[in-house]
């Protein structure tokens, strides 16, 4: 295949960068400087500039480009930039697809668990509803801005991402000092659910949706294995050996993170895998247990 994608050079971008052109595609980057080579294209979302001959003979396209959710505090200022950098990229992508006479087959658009909103111990799956609070919300119009490419009859896939397990970045990168000094422990009262996904389940997801013609709309990829905070503490504190009892109080992450903490590290999201498990996808790492050794020994 030919596959055009952007956010290439983040945490899940380079890792499925690697396992397309491991299996011998072609991969067409979009990237914010200069281009270069003949397989990266310039693109400027906030200016609505994209250069349409990066999608010309592409047979689907991954977008995965945004503002990262976590690396602050949710000023006002900073709420505007993650919700703008998801979905005038995305109208962006979906607009000049749609505009092609030949566009690509496939458009997977990267959205969130955060669709859902914290939900307590609910099961969640594609079909329920979206939740309340500012990542529902950006998620929903996140969503709604790939209608002109659904319009044109091109599949569309969302995938609705959960935590993403890296010793290379993301979450897992930035609790493990704390654990590693001993200084690990729960988040409030640690029953908030979390739902992960190892990252070469991640990349290997993304790839099997490209070709799984018979997926389409909203798809959770997640494992199928959901824990609590307080599990989640403790499984990784088993896995490299460490303690893991310095609980940190609701009150304390409020303090120090805000809205965002509130949402991001209280927030609880028990979320089903069960579209792509019965679909035929088969996981590398399900377990937690099993992922957390993956990626950390």
Avoid at 11 to 34: D, P, S, W
Avoid at 186 to 210: C, E, F, H, K, R
Avoid at 243 to 266: D, H, I, R, T, W
Wanted: charged residues 20%.
């Amino acid at each position: 295949m030919k596959v055009a994608i952007t956010g290439s050079t983040g945490l899940v971008g380079k890792k499925i960068v690697a396992r397309l052109e491991g299996g011998g595609h072609q991969v067409v980057k979009l990237v914010r400087g200069t281009p270069k080579n003949q397989n990266e294209f310039s693109w400027d979302p906030s200016q609505g500039k994209l250069d349409a001959k990066a999608f010309e003979g592409v047979d689907a396209v991954i977008h995965l480009a945004g503002e990262n959710i976590a690396s602050k505090r949710w000023s006002s200022e900073q709420k505007a930039k993650i919700k703008q950098s998801r979905v005038k990229g995305t109208e962006l992508i979906a607009q000049t697809l749609a505009g092609m006479d030949n566009p690509p087959r496939t458009f997977i658009s990267t959205s969130a668990v955060g669709y859902y909103g914290s939900r307590g111990s609910e099961m969640l799956t594609e079909e329920s509803t979206s939740g309340t609070g500012f990542l529902a919300s950006v998620c929903r119009d996140w969503e709604d801005a790939t209608k002109t490419a659904e319009y044109k009859g091109i599949r569309v896939v969302h995938a609705r991402l959960g935590v993403v397990l890296s010793k290379e970045g993301g979450a897992l990168k930035l609790m493990l000092p704390p654990f590693l000094m001993g200084g690990g422990g729960p988040l409030g009262n640690g029953q908030q659910y979390m739902s992960w996904i190892d990252l070469d389940d991640t990349a290997g997801a993304y790839v099997y949706m490209l070709t799984a013609d018979g997926i389409s709309g909203a798809v959770n990829v997640v494992s199928p294995d959901p824990v609590t905070n307080a599990e989640f503490t403790k499984t990784l504190a088993g896995v490299i050996h460490r303690p893991a009892f310095f609980a940190v109080p609701e009150f304390a992450v409020k303090l120090m993170f805000g809205e965002m903490g509130e949402e991001c590290l209280l927030g609880s999201n028990r979320v089903s895998a069960n579209k792509l498990v019965t679909s035929g996808f088969k996981f590398g790492y399900p377990e937690l247990e099993t992922a957390l050794k993956h990626e950390l020994n």
